[in-house]
């Protein structure tokens, strides 16, 4: 089966053709570099990896190029440095060195290229003059307003084709700043203007600072050409920066095709509230790796089909953790490399690959591994669980799961585990003492729950066993 792929702007799922399957192209929006990557972001690099994977997967290593940019000039990147009193390079350089960390304790592969935007002016301010010359940008006028670059949102007949807004929605979008110097409330800035205290560059219209919106439309140009194959990015970005994307990128190519397939992961909220600072309910990726291994945080991500939303509990995060204990387990059962050469591997692994290939389902593929494993535990064939075994392994790595040596995975998560059984029967006694029965009760539930049973000794101490 070819790969399917849901696509914005067509709404609808479509088989993916790419351009030159020689050179298949993807380009990800990739981080603000101002604060760690909350586990939202995460959702999105994890996603887009592993389409990523599956790319390579079908086209072939060597024929998948994967972009995603660091956004290292922003005016949330100003306004952060300035609250913690920290010079911006030393901001930016150190939260993309956190990203990185964050990234790979997830299992997120690094993309082929990862443009910044601070090396990519030139670019711009070059995408910004071919824009004003064919007349869908203009310089703002006036002395206070001076150096402004705007697209004239009038000029592209096509504009709103990704969102299918109304002109009106558009202007009254959240987003959408109306400004004295703008033409059309609808423009957007290109170019603006550097006070002396926040980073500038030279340009035709002053020292000054590119807007948001240029910066991947150049990014994208430099490193991917003028059409590719996949854009992606959350759901958030389709308006307005995805769609000032288009318009900047096709006017600037005298309309010829920007992307194919524009690909947008679902929302994640924390125990059903929208994730907010304010509300206390946020994540960043490094505090939840305090709370399970990357690999189960990953899985958990993958637990709901990337367009859905996601809705994070520390229930899915604990089911996650169980599930991989399950899966390493079964590659611990003896395993003969000799049977794994066999073409019952590859004929075992396509119904999670086809999964995959139907729009990324996550969710369904993991099934396919739990129903790989039942098949493992059950049969008393060697050969027949050695291919079995492989295809386990290769449908995990699809995903970015089961790279580890089972034993070390085995070990490091029956110790977290203990432990955390440890503070469990710790927390049941200071119940009982206090004679909170119930509290006490649930304590005890909840661990049955987990397969783990307790039981009380006459001297007042708690032992606990596995059910298995
Ligand atoms: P940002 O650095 O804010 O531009 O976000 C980086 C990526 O994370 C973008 O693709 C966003 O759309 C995505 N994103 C941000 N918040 C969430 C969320 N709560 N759930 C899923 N994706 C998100
Ligand atoms: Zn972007």
């Given at each position: 089966?070819?790969?399917?792929?849901?696509?914005?702007?067509?709404?609808r799922?479509?088989?993916?053709?790419?351009?030159?399957?020689?050179?298949?192209?993807?380009?990800v929006?990739?981080?603000?570099?101002?604060?760690?990557?909350?586990?939202?972001?995460?959702?999105?690099?994890?996603?887009?990896?592993?389409?990523?994977?599956?790319?390579?997967?079908?086209?072939g290593?060597?024929?998948?190029?994967?972009?995603?940019?660091?956004?290292?000039?922003?005016?949330?990147?100003?306004?952060?440095?300035r609250?913690?009193?920290?010079?911006?390079?030393?901001?930016?350089?150190?939260?993309?060195?956190?990203?990185?960390?964050?990234?790979?304790?997830?299992?997120?592969?690094?993309?082929?290229v990862?443009?910044?935007?601070?090396?990519?002016?030139?670019?711009?301010?070059?995408?910004i003059?071919?824009l004003?010359?064919?007349?869908?940008?203009y310089?703002?006028?006036?002395?206070?307003?001076?150096?402004?670059?705007?697209?004239?949102?009038?000029?592209?007949?096509g504009?709103?084709?990704?969102s299918?807004?109304?002109?009106?929605?558009?202007?009254?979008?959240?987003?959408?700043?109306?400004?004295?110097?703008?033409?059309?409330?609808?423009?957007?800035?290109?170019?603006?203007?550097?006070?002396?205290?926040v980073?500038?560059?030279?340009?035709?219209?002053?020292?000054?600072?590119?807007?948001?919106?240029?910066?991947?439309?150049?990014?994208?140009?430099?490193?991917?050409?003028?059409?590719?194959?996949i854009h992606?990015?959350?759901?958030?970005?389709?308006?307005?920066?995805h769609?000032?994307?288009?318009?900047?990128?096709?006017?600037?190519?005298?309309?010829?095709?920007?992307?194919?397939?524009w690909?947008?992961?679902g929302?994640?909220?924390?125990?059903?509230?929208?994730?907010?600072?304010?509300?206390?309910?946020?994540?960043?990726?490094?505090?939840?790796?305090?709370?399970?291994?990357?690999?189960?945080?990953?899985?958990?991500?993958l637990?709901?089909?990337?367009?859905?939303?996601?809705?994070?509990?520390?229930?899915?995060?604990?089911?996650?953790?169980?599930?991989?204990?399950?899966?390493?387990?079964?590659?611990?059962?003896?395993?003969?490399?000799?049977?794994?050469?066999?073409?019952?591997?590859?004929?075992?692994?396509?119904?999670?690959?086809?999964?995959?290939?139907?729009?990324?389902?996550?969710?369904l593929?993991?099934?396919?591994?739990?129903?790989?494993?039942?098949?493992?535990?059950?049969?008393?064939?060697?050969?027949?669980?050695?291919?079995?075994?492989?295809?386990?392994?290769?449908?995990?790595?699809?995903?970015?799961?089961?790279?580890?040596?089972?034993?070390?995975?085995?070990?490091?998560?029956?110790?977290?585990?203990?432990?955390?059984?440890?503070?469990?029967?710790?927390?049941?006694?200071?119940?009982?003492?206090?004679?909170?029965?119930?509290?006490?009760?649930?304590?005890?539930?909840?661990?049955?729950?987990?397969?783990?049973?307790?039981?009380?000794?006459?001297?007042g101490?708690?032992?606990?066993?596995?059910?298995?």
């Open positions: 089966m070819p790969l399917v792929l849901y696509n914005s702007a067509t709404r799922k479509e088989p993916f053709e790419p351009i030159d399957p020689q050179r298949v192209r993807m380009y929006c990739g981080p603000t570099v101002y604060d760690r990557a909350h586990i939202g972001n995460g959702r999105a690099f994890v996603v887009f990896d592993v389409l990523y994977r599956l790319l390579r997967d079908i086209y290593r060597d024929h998948v190029r994967y972009v995603r940019n660091i956004t290292d000039v922003e005016d949330k990147i100003n306004a952060a440095a609250a913690n009193g920290e010079p911006i390079a030393a901001l930016t350089a150190r939260t993309a060195a956190a990203f990185h960390d964050d990234m790979a304790a997830l299992g997120v592969l690094p993309p082929d990862e443009p910044r935007a601070t090396d990519h002016i030139a670019q711009m301010i070059a995408m003059e071919r004003i010359a064919s007349g869908h940008a310089v703002a006028n006036g002395n206070e307003e001076a150096g402004h670059v705007l697209f004239a949102v009038a000029s592209d007949p504009y709103g084709r990704l299918g807004r109304s002109r009106d929605e558009m202007i009254a979008g959240a987003r959408v700043e109306v400004a004295p110097y703008k033409r059309d409330p609808a423009d957007f800035v290109l170019w603006k203007p550097s006070e002396p205290d980073p500038g560059w030279d340009s035709p219209w002053g020292r000054g600072r590119p807007g948001w919106h240029i910066e991947c439309s150049a990014m994208s140009e430099a490193h991917l050409g003028e059409s590719f194959d992606g990015g959350g759901l958030d970005l389709i308006f307005p920066h769609e000032n994307e288009i318009a900047q990128s096709v006017c600037a190519h005298q309309g010829r095709p920007f992307v194919r397939y690909v947008h992961n929302f994640l909220s924390i125990d059903a509230a929208k994730m907010s600072k304010s509300l206390g309910n946020f994540f960043t990726v490094r505090e939840l790796l305090d709370e399970g291994p990357g690999e189960a945080i990953r899985l958990a991500l637990s709901a089909h990337y367009r859905d939303p996601l809705d994070w509990t520390s229930e899915r995060l604990r089911r996650a953790r169980q599930t991989l204990d399950r899966f390493y387990r079964a590659l611990t059962l003896s395993r003969d490399p000799v049977f794994e050469r066999f073409g019952e591997a590859d004929e075992a692994l396509r119904p999670v690959k086809e999964a995959l290939e139907d729009d990324l389902n996550t969710p593929a993991v099934t396919r591994l739990h129903e790989l494993v039942g098949a493992i535990n059950r049969t008393s064939s060697d050969a027949v669980r050695s291919a079995l075994q492989r295809a386990l392994e290769e449908g995990g790595r699809l995903m970015g799961l089961l790279e580890q040596d089972p034993l070390a995975w085995l070990r490091g998560s029956s110790e977290a585990d203990e432990r955390r059984i440890e503070e469990q029967i710790a927390l049941r006694a200071a119940a009982r003492g206090q004679r909170h029965f119930a509290e006490a009760d649930k304590i005890r539930a909840a661990l049955a729950a987990d397969g783990i049973l307790l039981e009380d000794k006459p001297d101490t708690t032992t606990w066993w596995r059910k298995d």
